[in-house]
């Protein structure tokens, strides 16, 4: 049986209806562990503000099937393999961890959030060499994997918006075709298991869609529906006693959600980098947090046209000092590849090099601070070519091998960086957190 969701203009989404209790609801929240089509090559980008209607040419391969089984049962939904194994039993020699659910049914093409973001990345680590089958031991991608909790979800979103999702799920599969306003049952992330104990623990990134970021406790926003890190730091809180936990969120739009769910939590730092003036609004510097969690919310708004220089400035004057003062014992990272020049819903110019650049100081920053405890969790990037190009390198930065960025980059296509607005940005920002 297939299911189908209408999100308002948001793409459809396709589920697998599969055999779970109905008391353990939120399992409903992980889709497919391996996408089932791939793209292997884009052609034809007509501009650097093209869009997904602009390809001229596209090539579609089948891949390997998942094994999963599909029953009938009330609505819940759950695409995923089995929990037995564990795969991080034995790591010395890994470097990265990371898991693929790709949520391909979730499909319609003329939305930016396209079903096909996690294949072309999946596809870019293949092409480039990136995956377990050249790398052996030193990468390993996370098949077998547990569903998010009830106890999970709720930990972020409020139990009512939780249980109107359940609603909404038998309603889907008893009409079919159903529109729902402002929300859509979706998945929430797998989570990749943090290490208290070893010397030198592998970078974890989750390639999901839809991304999370914009979800707000009550209820769903901007293409999210769960709050994935948000979800994920609780959990690292409260399974893995990992108290501190400190966010960068590098998407070219404000996590309005994430900053939500911690305004006033003193233990969790929310760090944003984001496009002045873009969707949703939020973010302005003045967003510090309040009450105990006064000075633990960190918002620097970059005017359009930032690019490779603003955003090693801000890495370098306020994302270490913060975290250096901070002392956590976990970096989250929403990471968004929306900012890069070539996509087309932002403004920001950041390149290849500049996601390269992040990927290296943020895994070394928490090799400083937190034992090398880092998990990186996919959030926005619309181009499919600038995404998984992106992606990779930041892959290759994990690996501690050389960017790969020149090849795809082209600086004739950049301008000018309006070097004084940002820096008074970033001076501002200085002066309001004592930095």
Known sequence: MTLFISVYELPLMEF??????????????????????????FFGWSSANTTFLQKTSLRIEPRRQPQYRSEVN?????????????????????????????ATGHNKESHPESHLRVPAIANALEDMELTPKFLGSNIIQLENYKPASV?????????SYVAGLEKAMDRASRDGLILIEGS??????????????????????????????????????????????????RYAQRVHGLKRVFIIDFDAHHGNGTSDAFYDDPDIFFL???????????GKMDEVGRGDGEGTTLNIPLPGGSGDYAMKMVFDEVIVPCAQRFKPDIILVS?????????????????????????????????????????????????????????????????????????????????????????????????????
């Open 16 to 41: 697998r209806i599969l055999q779970q209790s109905p008391s353990r609801y939120a399992g409903s929240f992980l889709c497919l562990v391996k996408p089932r089509l791939g793209i292997r090559k």
């Open 74 to 102: 009330r609505g819940a939904v759950l695409c995923s393999t089995s929990l037995n194994d564990s795969p991080l039993a034995n790591y010395d020699n890994v470097k990265i961890v990371y898991s693929i659910a790709a």
């Open 151 to 159: 106890d999970d979800i709720v930990s972020v979103h409020s139990k």
């Open 184 to 233: 859509g049952p979706t998945y929430a992330t797998a989570t990749v298991k943090a290490s208290q104990t070893h010397k030198n623990p592998p970078i974890g990134f989750a390639l999901i869609r839809p991304p999370g970021h914009h979800a707000v406790p009550k209820g769903p926003m901007g293409f999210c529906v769960f709050g994935n890190v948000a979800i994920a730091a």
């Open 272 to 282: 944003s980098t984001h496009q002045d003036g873009s969707y949703p609004g939020t």
């Open 335 to 435: 990471a968004g590849y929306d900012a890069h020049v070539l996509d087309p819903l932002a403004n920001l110019q950041f390149t290849t090099g500049t996601y390269y650049m992040l990927a290296s100081n943020i895994k070394q920053l928490a090799k400083e601070l937190c034992g090398g405890r880092c998990v990186f969790f996919l959030e926005g990037g619309y181009n499919l070519e600038s995404l998984s190009y992106s992606v990779a390198d930041s892959f290759r930065a994990f690996l501690d091998e050389p960017s790969l960025a020149s090849e795809f980059d082209n600086p004739a296509i950049l301008y000018e960086e309006p070097s004084r607005k940002f820096k008074q940005v970033i001076q501002q920002v200085k002066q309001i957190h004592s930095l």
